[in-house]
């Protein structure tokens, strides 16, 4: 009997992840994007996910059972199709063109008894109200009945050594108890625990609700941390001790706003669909998104604040950024603050130069110079802004040779720094 062959639309964080362990747990796989550069540097077996290496990539070539592609063609006779496309905002209204264009893609080659997965973050009712018509109308199938379809929210969390897709629990739904069957049955293929859920619906909202309680809880941070700098208090020392205790807290930690694939958009969707069902406002989201796009421009008058009490004007300075990507340790510039900053610091006259060893080149901003970390490059900068704390940074090198460092993320001390 042959594998089951699985389809995985979308190659990136989410989808190449999800791919290979698929192809380790015996699927035949077909990874769909629609960047064909993307897909030609997957066959060449370089990897752009840090969490894949390349070792793990020409594993899965070789094995035969993995085939990058743009070419849904090369979908056809599927068994499983999991859908991971982007789901960004544009204007402040979700964005669903990808999904969109992901089931008119797969559509036509769509066959009784096969499953088809959302896992793309979006707004409850998504799956049945969208993505279902969409379907049934390329296929001239239904669900359910002919074909299963369901919702997993992808708990990607990229450059964390930990927590991976297959030890990570996975929430499971299906538009019908069939379908919920078949949607468990694949996931429990590749993770060691799947949490199956009444609906589609409840499985949408469970990765916003993830996604919300985070962005609340730092914008709290965030805004504790703006208010303890004027009232001179160390919130850093505050969170620790708080920390201490073992019940009823969980400890968030400010930095200078929030980026990525999940935070800044995810808690707008909730919001966005609440507003356009309900026709009310979510209070709390709201006021989260204004605290965390506060913080680039909070961090910009810090750093301008500490360079004039050292007798230097921000314009003409040379600032030195560690790090431009939106988390430690990866390369995913989506919405990152650094970038922020780094644009809010050029615009006011600085010389930015900046260190970032995993972005790829062509995601680096306009004007900003890349260069490595040295000492030279150190000693020369008028500042250095920790960003982004990539553990591959020689912290004590900054601390030992800078004039002054602005420390967003708690990771330098001495007489030199300065912490957010």
Sequence with gaps: MSAEKLVVIG??????????????????????DVDGDRIKRLASGESFVEDITADRLGRALSSGRYLPSTEYTDAEDFDICVITVPTPLRDGTPDLSFVEQAGIGIGPYLRPGCTVVLESTTYPGTTEELLRPLLE????????????????????DPGNPVWR???????????????????????????ERTVPVDSTRVAELTKLIENTFRQVNIALINELTMLSHHLDIDVWQAIEAAETKPFGFMPFRPGPGVGGH???????????????????????????????????????????AGLNRRGRAISGSRLLLLGLAY??????????????VAQRLQAL????????????????????????????????????????????????????????????????????????
């Design 11 to 32: 190659q990136g964080y989410v989808g190449l992840p999800l791919a290979m362990r698929a192809v380790e747990a015996g699927l035949n796989v077909v990874g769909l």
């Design 137 to 156: 109308s390329a296929s001239g199938l239904s669900s359910p009945g002919d074909f299963h379809l369901g919702y997993s929210p992808e708990r990607i």
């Design 165 to 191: 897709l297959e030890n990570t629990a996975k929430v499971v739904s299906g538009v019908d108890a069939e379908s919920l069957a078949r949607v468990d049955g694949f996931y429990r293929r590749i993770v």
């Design 262 to 304: 999940c935070l800044p958009i995810d808690p707008c969707y909730l919001s966005w669909q609440v507003k356009r069902r309900l026709g009310r406002q979510f209070r709390f989201i709201e006021l989260a998104n204004d605290v965390n796009h506060e913080m680039p421009e909070h961090v910009t008058q810090r750093v301008m």
């Design 327 to 340: 988390k430690r340790n990866t390369g995913d510039m989506r919405d990152s603050p650094a970038v922020d």
């Design 349 to 420: 006259g600085a010389d930015v130069r900046a260190v970032e060893p995993y972005a790829e080149p062509h995601h680096i901003p306009g004007g900003v110079i890349v260069v490595k970390l040295t000492e030279r490059e150190v000693r020369e900068a008028d500042a250095v802004v920790v960003v982004t704390d990539h553990d591959v940074f020689d912290y004590d090198l900054v601390t030992r040779h800078a004039r002054y460092v602005f420390d967003t993320r708690n990771r330098c001390s001495g007489d030199v720094v300065e912490r957010l």
